[in-house]
Structure formats: C-alpha cells, structure tokens
C-alpha cells in the first residue's frame, strides 16, 4: 500500500502517469512483458552449454524462465541461419502471392 502512495508522489512531482512512475519505482504491472537484454556471445554460451546440460540447469544459471530460454534461443537460431544465408528469408513478394484477401 505504501508503494501506491509513494508512486502517487512520483507521479505528481515528475508529472508522469502512474504506470511511468512505477516503472521509475521499479515495479512492473505483472501482465507487463520484460525484455531479455541478451547479447549475441550470451545466446552461443548457451547454445554451448546446452550440449552439457538440461534446461533445467539453464534456468538456474540465468535466471530465467526454460520454456522462455528455449523460445528464444530457437528464435536467435533462426534469425542467425537466415543472417548467415543458411536458409532464405521469404521475400514480400512470395508473401503477398500466398496471402488471402476477402
């Protein structure tokens, strides 16, 4: 309760609304998203240690969710084969030629 009124403090002396100035505070509302501020070396040391090792232990060394830490280290798979020319990107043209208008 103390943090509600110390947010309204915020809020009226920064002139933010209440969601900035709990974000200042450093609380989040739970529906909220977090970002991940991984780097490119992060994603190979964890692409390395996976050989080795479980989710699971992943999960503790990072701190982070394993269903999320494998989501988005198959997503920086892809996005780095693509990069890489591995597998080619879809052009906008194919697109547009497999979409459906009503």
Do not use: C, H
Not at 70 to 84: F, G, H, L, W
């Amino acid at each position: 309760m103390k943090e509600n009124w110390f947010a309204l403090l915020v809020s009226i002396v920064t002139n933010k609304n209440a969601s900035q100035s709990l974000k200042y505070m450093g609380i989040a509302f739970p529906n909220e998203k977090t970002r991940l501020n991984l780097l490119d070396s992060d994603y190979e040391e964890i692409i390395e240690l996976k050989k080795n090792n479980s989710w699971v232990d992943l999960e503790a060394k990072y701190n982070i969710d394993r269903q999320v830490l494998s989501v988005v280290v198959r997503n920086y798979k892809k996005k780095k084969a693509i990069i890489d020319g591995d597998i080619k990107a879809p052009s906008i043209t194919s697109l547009n030629k497999n979409s459906v208008s009503l």
